[in-house]
């Protein structure tokens, strides 16, 4: 059974950091890129960060660059994203997901997912 468990999330001041974490279970994850979406209420799930399984290179959306950093621990089976320079904006609701070619191991932005709520 696929599973993926999102923690880390919470409340955090502009400018402040918070380091996500999303354990994998079920699948080879080493053989899956993984990915960080979020989702804000009313807003379209969004895609904010990749990490590939072959060479651990990363992509991220242009409005967190520079801000917020994935990776990947193999040997942990679990993907993480620090996020740096927080701003009001980046509250959403944070899912990660597996991707093998076009495929994900389940739906974006679907689970239990963790919040992050940016608030002074």
């Known amino acids: 059974q696929v599973q993926l468990v999102e923690s880390g999330g919470g409340l955090a001041q502009p400018g402040g950091s918070l380091r996500l974490s999303c354990a994998a279970s079920?699948?080879?994850?080493?053989?899956?890129?993984m990915d960080w979406y979020r989702q804000a209420p009313g807003k379209e799930c969004e895609l904010v960060a990749a990490?590939?399984?072959?060479?651990?290179?990363?992509n991220y959306a242009d409005s967190v660059k520079g801000r917020f950093t994935i990776s990947r621990d193999n040997a942990k089976n679990t993907v993480y994203l620090q996020i740096d320079s927080l701003k009001p904006e980046d509250t959403a609701l944070y899912y990660c997901?597996?991707?093998?070619?076009?495929?994900?191991?389940?739906?974006?932005?679907w689970g239990q997912g963790t919040q992050v709520t940016v608030s002074s």
């Open positions: 997901n597996a991707r093998r070619g076009l495929g994900y191991v389940r739906p974006l932005c």
């Open positions: 079920g699948f080879a994850f080493s053989r899956y890129a």
């Open positions: 990490v590939t399984n072959a060479d651990g290179s990363t």
